[in-house]
């Protein structure tokens, strides 16, 4: 978050928001025991979406940092260059066309 200028400050109250954050799942009607999650955002969180890409976005500028070698090789000849695009499709075909 320092990359992009985040205050120290605000980057601590979004650690501190995540700071013992736990989930439980639910199947077949029975709750499970709380899990601490270490690594995601939360589900439904409004700071999500902006968290997510920001790394992301981190991820991306680090592939394409040598401009002869653009995205991320993907298999033998494909290449993948913009992340986003192939997460924001609407079906699983429309994300495997992009891919």
Not at 60 to 72: A, E, K, L, P, T
Not at 77 to 91: A, G, H, M, Q, V
């Amino acid at each position: 978050m320092k990359r992009y200028g985040v205050p120290t400050q605000i980057a601590n109250l979004i650690k501190e928001t995540y700071r013992g954050y736990a989930c439980r799942a639910v199947h077949e009607g029975r709750v499970s025991d709380p899990s601490t999650v270490q690594t995601a955002v939360r589900q439904g969180c409004i700071l999500s979406p902006i968290l997510f890409l920001t790394v992301i976005d981190a991820v991306m500028r680090n592939v394409n940092r040598d401009r002869r070698r653009r995205g991320i090789q993907w298999g033998l000849i494909n290449r993948l260059e913009d992340l986003d695009l192939c997460l924001l499709s609407e079906s699983y075909g429309d994300m495997q066309t992009k891919l």
